[in-house]
């Protein structure tokens, strides 16, 4: 196995192993990197990515650093040719967005935005159990989110300002828009409403409630609010001061529930009640406790989608989910968004590609057009 040569903006992670080396680190803090660099003596330091990016022999970049400058980051390190894993989101517009895809496809190399529950327990059980038939068809997925607010200071300077963050959506429903489009497929329009705002230093929406229509007539509901839960550091008081994650998936023969903060799983079936007559009710089945390792390894574990990455980029093969996926998940929540700002109306989602990129998934699972297309070379 190849060992990769990595780098890290931002978070100071030091990923050793059999596929992976450390070799170099940025960051704008010319005292933490100071410090560091004794800790670290064979590790490089930066405080500009721009000489970062010159590093010799770096092969991947990982990107943690605030939403306004994922987009200029990743952009210079596809061109110089390296991996990217990117936080969340590609960027604070569409256009950003737009770039990012343009860029890696032009470069041939791999991104990776961080949607860490695509490799999470949680994903992979609902998604056994979805697939396997026993509580038939997918018909509708719920998310009830109630979280703290985030305060003028440290990161919430800049995390409830539109044009420095890109919006609610792109701050925290996006991870929960993409695992649905995992579990349910592709989403075709968006219908947002909001209630006034409580809490003035917010920018932007502090309470949304979503509707997501997906083109195999599955329904996403999301209602996401920052106005209930009173502000904590501490893991252990938030199911106790008002906080809440929770997915509802209704399926034709049973309804499942998922509770991220305990977590555990709760399967019910639906019965026909009584014999005979054509009616139904809920009854339970099971509870599934997913406890051991908390809730952050349960769905929030971003440094296994990190490692995920880097082993496949060692490995030479693709990532667990490509950056086009990744994209057609901000244009969900740049509809959702557009919906908020023209009265609450029904948006469609936008998936045209931008000028000079083409959908390589597409034509790779049609071989006649694949075919007809070197003929005519």
């Known amino acids: 196995m190849k060992k990769l040569k990595v780098g890290h903006i931002g978070w100071l992670f030091r990923d050793e192993g059999p596929d992976c080396e450390t070799v170099a680190w940025c960051d704008i803090n010319e005292d933490r990197m100071a410090s560091s660099a004794k800790q670290h003596p064979t590790i490089a330091m930066y ?4 000489k970062m990016v010159n590093h010799p022999g770096l092969e991947l970049v990982c990107i943690s650093t605030p939403n306004f400058v994922h987009a200029e980051q990743a952009i210079a390190f596809l061109e110089a040719g390296k991996h990217v894993f990117l936080e969340k989101p590609m960027g604070i517009t569409g256009t950003e967005c737009d770039r990012i895809l343009a860029a890696q496809r032009k470069s041939g190399k791999q991104v990776c935005v961080d949607f860490e529950l695509r490799t999470s327990p949680f994903a992979a059980r609902m998604k056994s159990l979805i697939d396997s038939g026993d509580y038939g068809d997918l018909k509708r997925i719920e998310f009830i989110h109630h979280r703290g607010c985030w305060l003028e200071e440290g990161n919430g300077i800049w995390r409830t300002r539109p044009d420095q963050s890109g919006g609610y959506f792109f701050m925290e429903p996006i991870h929960s828009v993409d695992i649905i489009r995992h579990f349910a497929g592709e989403i075709v329009s968006v219908q947002s409403t909001m209630g ?13 409630c979503s509707h997501f229509f ?13 106005t209930l839960s009173a502000h904590t550091r501490e893991d252990s008081k938030w199911p106790l001061l008002g906080h809440d994650m929770n997915m509802i998936f209704t399926l034709t023969r049973g309804v499942i529930a998922v509770d991220f903060l305990k977590p555990r799983i709760l399967i019910n079936r639906l019965v026909e009640y009584p014999a005979g007559s054509g009616g139904y009710r809920v009854e339970f089945d099971r509870a599934e406790d997913l406890s051991p390792g908390g809730w952050f390894v349960f769905c929030h574990d971003i440094e296994r989608m990190r490692r995920e990455f880097i082993r496949r980029m060692a490995c030479g093969e693709p990532p667990v989910q490509d950056v086009l996926d990744a ?12 919906s908020l700002q023209e009265d609450f109306r029904r948006v469609p989602v936008d ?15 049609n071989p006649r057009r694949r075919r007809s297309r070197k003929a005519a070379k």
């Open 214 to 226: 997906f083109a195999n007539g599955v329904l996403g509901t999301f209602l996401s609010s920052h």
């Open 327 to 338: 994209w057609k998940s901000h244009k969900v929540c740049l509809a959702a968004e557009r």
């Open 351 to 365: 998936y045209r590609l931008p000028g000079g990129v083409k959908d390589s998934a597409a034509t790779e699972k």
């Open 196 to 208: 006034p705002n409580v809490l003035p230093q917010y920018r932007f929406e502090d309470n949304v």
């Open 47 to 50: 405080t500009d990515y721009r």
